[in-house]
């Protein structure tokens, strides 16, 4: 049974892409219909209408891959993971050089106007030398 399946997995793909479209978009439809025009005095609309907000949301707003809890932590991960693996030397480096990054021309020519507070905050946050 699992290798009928297996094979002809493609074959079962679309239909249930299509049924799972189908079914959001009666839902999609039932809920304007039923809320919309009591509420904001809008017409009713069609199942092919309900489909396509559901697909311009869908382009819109995101296919659901991002944000939630759990996600979007890889790269610190692989940071971190990377961080382990330096030698205490190749640590400070690395840190010199991330201490820069995001500040553009700006911070190390001191034309920008917030140049001054980044050197006095970066003066404060440095321990004083014995």
Same mark, same amino acid.
């Given at each position: 049974m699992k290798s009928f399946l297996y094979k002809r997995r493609f074959i079962f793909i679309p239909f249930g892409v299509a049924a799972f479209l189908t079914v959001i978009s009666f839902a999609v439809m039932a809920l304007w219909n039923n809320l919309l025009p009591g509420i904001l005095h809008v017409g009713v609309i069609t199942f092919w209408q309900a489909m396509g907000i559901f697909v311009l949301c869908k382009i819109l707003f995101g296919f659901g891959k991002g944000g939630g809890p759990g996600r979007g932590n890889w790269m610190r991960h692989r940071m971190e993971e990377k961080f382990k693996n330096m030698t205490p *030397?190749?640590?400070? &480096?690395? &840190?010199?050089?991330?201490e820069n990054c995001g500040r553009g021309h700006w911070g190390r020519h001191g034309d920008?106007?917030? +140049? &001054?507070?980044?050197?006095?905050? &970066? +003066? *404060?946050e440095k321990p004083a030398a014995e």
């Open positions: *030397e190749e640590r400070e &480096k690395f &840190k010199a050089r991330m920008h106007p917030y +140049a &001054k507070y980044w050197q006095e905050t &970066k +003066a *404060e």
